[in-house]
């Protein structure tokens, strides 16, 4: 995989990782080309279409569409089963994922991927074994935010808990 992009039916990007070097000016310019042709098209259209020297595969959910970039001779059927497991690992975290769940734990939605995928490529099949670990990282935060809070409000000189 090149690239996934989560962007809204309004156009507006919500998540974007890309697997292969490109500038900034690069990345937005595909980003814009690729979110006008994805927004033109019709409901009822293949989801897979040909662009430049890539195979475009995307889904809709809701209000939000996921996007990936995939190499020519890459299988269009598994990027579209790739794009389906992170979405059931977003709604299996978030509780039935939305739109606003992403702008407002972006790095939640990251951090999940990460896990799903590395360098564009499956990492994990299990969705348990994705969850479990985005489950130890939480518990981890929480561990690290209440010893923080513990040291700030019993004072410097306490000894960790």
Not at 12 to 17: E, P, W
Not at 101 to 123: M, S
């Amino acid at each position: 995989m090149q690239f996934m992009l989560l962007f809204s039916r309004q156009g507006k990007l919500r998540l974007q990782k890309w697997y292969v070097p490109l500038s900034d000016k690069e990345k937005k310019k595909i980003t814009r080309e690729l979110v006008q042709t994805v927004l033109a098209r019709k409901p009822k259209m293949c989801s897979f279409l040909e662009w430049r020297d890539l195979k475009i595969v995307y889904k809709r959910y809701a209000s939000l569409y996921f996007c990936c970039a995939i190499e020519d001779q890459d299988n269009e059927l598994i990027t579209l089963e790739i794009i389906h497991r992170y979405v059931e690992l977003l709604d299996k975290y978030f509780g039935s994922v939305c739109e606003l769940d992403i702008i407002f734990n972006f790095e939640k939605a990251y951090f999940i991927l990460d896990e799903f995928l590395l360098g564009g490529e499956v990492q994990e099949t299990s969705k348990k074994n994705v969850l479990k670990a985005i489950e130890q990282a939480d518990l981890l935060q929480e561990n690290v935010k209440y010893k923080g809070h513990y040291f700030i409000w019993q004072g410097i000189n306490e000894a960790p808990l």
